[in-house]
C-alpha cells in the first residue's frame, strides 16, 4: 500500500515535470540580444510584417486607439480579449525585451511567464524568423503608448485556468520554426513561410476539433468559423495568378471575397508586395484540393425550385442576370460559380440574409454592393432562392433547408 | 471567404456604372434613392449633410452605434469610400410625400410641438429647434434634419440616446438631452416629428448660438 502510494506521488511528479517542460521548451535563449540592424528600416520592415499578419485587426477594437488591445475574439469557451500592444510601460508591452517578445510568439509565453491562449495564433507564429519577430517588436515598440489595462478573458471552467491551458498545450502544441524544403523554389518557401506562419491562414482555413486545436493545419482543407458561422473554403489547387490578383483587389471578373475574408484583404492582404502574394499563391497551388464531404444528399423539391425561381426573378436576377450570368466587374457570374455549389453552404446564407460589400481597395476602391434581405426574406424564402441557384443553369449541389438558414441566422461576428 | 471561382465570366447587359448602382445594398431598406417609406423603420438618407452621414457610417463600422447589420456590411469598406457613400446621399434632393395621419391624440402632438419649438427650460431641455434650423431640416454639414424620419426610427433613436446604446463625440450633447426626457417626452416629439411635412425649400440655419456644445460639432478628427 505505501509503495503504490509512493509511486502514484511519483508518477504525479513526473507527469508535472513533463507537463512543465512541455510547455517551457521553445523559449528560446532570454538573454539574446536583439539582431542589430538600422532601426529605421527595422521599423519599416515590422510594419509590413504586422500587416501581413493583420495583428491590428484582432488587437484593435473597433473605433479605438491602434493596437491597444480589447478586442473580444468570440470562441466556443468563451471569450478571449487580445491585449495591448502598445509600448506603454504599465498596460502594454513597454517594459518588454525582444527576447519576452520573441517567446511570446514562438512558445506563446506572457512576460510574467503566464501561458498565453492560442487565440493568439503562437501554433503559426512559431515559424516566424527570429528578425522578423525583432522587427515587429521594433515596429510595436515605435507606436504611440496607449494606457489601456488588458481585459481579463471571459472563458468558462475549466478553460479558464492555466492547468487547462497547460494540458492543450502539452496535447497540441509543438514549438517549431519554419524549415525550408530545399526541393521547393524560393518563390514556394517564401509563400509556405508567410501562409504557415505570420498569415495564420489555417485559424481559419482548417477545420477545429473539440478542444479548438486546428486539424492537420498544414493542409488548409477548410472548415466553418466557430459562432462566426462563415465557411473557409479548402485553399489548395487554386491557380496562382486569380489568387495573388484576388488577395490584392479583393474581386476579380469571377470572383469576391466577401465576409471575414474581405476585411483581411482590407486591413492586410491588398497591402501585401506583388512577389509575396506570388509566393502566398505559388504556395497554396501545390497544396491538394479538399472536397468538403457532403453531409446528406437533399435534393431540393419541386416545389422549393419554383418558389426559389420567382424569388431570383424579383430579388436577383437585376444584377446577376436572367441566365446568373453577372456583370462583369460588379457582380459575381452565379452560373457555373464553384463556391456558389460548394458544401456547407454557410457564405450564401450568410451574403443573402445580411449583404456584402467586396473590399474597398486601390484596385477597386468603390465596390459593388449586394443588400441585406434578412428583414425580408423567411428562413425558407432564403433556403428556396439558394437550392434554386445552386441548380440552375447547369449548377449542381445539394438543397439548402430553411433548418440551416435558421442556424446561421444569428452568428456572432467580433 | 466566398472563394468564387466561376468558369466563364459572361458578359452581361450593359448596365450603370454609377454610384446609385453601386449603393442598392443601401436603398435596398432605406428605399429607392435612400428616400425611405414612411411606414418603415429605415431612416431616410437622401438629403442628409454629407458630414453627418460620413460621422453616422464610421460610427456604425467601428461600433460606436451598436447596429450588426450595418457593421458588418460596411466592415470591409474604408474611410475614403464611406465619405463617398455620404456625398452620394447629401446630394440627393428629392420631394417627399406627404407625413402620414398621425396615431396619437392631440395632447401627445402638442407636447411634441412645445418641446420641438420651445423646449423646456426649467427642466433643461433645448427646443430642437435650436440645433436642428428653424424648419428642423438640419444645419450646415453635422447638424441633421428630423423630418422624413417614420416614427418607430425616431423613438428608437431618442430612447437609444437616452440609455447610451447610441453615442457621439464628447461633449455628447444629444445624451444629456435625452436624459433629461421623460418617455412620454420622447413618445410625444417622435410623433409630432413624424407628423410635419419635410419643407420644400429647407431653411438651413440656427435662430441663435447652439445651446450646448457639442463634440460631433466640432467637425471630422
Redesign the interface.
Known sequence: MKRALAGLVGLSFVLAAALWWLNVRGDGDMQAAPVAVNRATLIERGAYLARAGNCQDCHT???AAPYSGGRGIPTPFGTVYSSNLTPDAATGIGAWTAAEFRRALHNGRSRDGRLLYPAFPYDNYTRIGAEDADALFAFLRSLPAAVQPNRPHALRFPYDTQLALAVWRALYFRPGRFEPQAMQSADWNRGAYLVQGLGHCSA?HAGRNALGATRDPAALAGGLIPLQN????SLGA?SPQ?VAALLQR?VS???????????V??HSTQHLRQPDLSAMAAYLQSLPQVEAPHARAAVPTPTQLQRGASLYETRCAH?H?D?G????R???????????QRDPPA??VQ?VL???????TAGN????????????LSDEDVAAVLSYVRNAWGNRATAVQALDVQRWRSSV?P | ?????????????A?E?T?A?????????HGKDGRAASDGYYPRIAGKPAAYLFRQLR?F????RPY??M????????D??LQ?IASHFATLKLPYAAPPPSRVDAATLRQGRTLAQQGDAARGIPACQACHGRALSGVGAHVPGLLGLPVDYLNAQLGAWRTGARRAEAPDCMAQIAQRLQPQDVNALAHWLAAQPVPAQPISEAPGPAPLRCGSMDGPR
Open positions: 477594437p473597433r473605433g481559419c462563415w465557411y473557409a473554403p487554386q486569380p479583393g471578373d469571377s470572383a469576391a471575397l466577401l465576409g471575414p475574408m474581405a476585411e484583404v482590407l444584377c442576370g441566365d450570368q453577372g456583370r462583369s460588379a457582380y459575381v457570374p452565379l452560373a457555373g460559380n464553384r463556391a456558389l457564405n450564401l451574403v445580411g449583404g456584402a460589400f467586396a473590399a474597398s476602391p468603390r465596390p459593388f454592393g449586394m443588400p441585406p434581405f434578412a428583414t425580408e461576428r | 471567404m466566398l472563394w468564387l471561382a466561376a468558369t466563364a465570366a459572361a458578359a452581361g447587359p448596365f456604372d454610384m448602382q453601386r449603393l442598392l445594398a443601401c436603398t435596398g431598406c460610427a463600422r467601428d461600433g460606436q450588426a447589420l457593421a458588418n456590411l460596411l466592415a470591409p469598406l474604408d475614403a469610400y463617398d
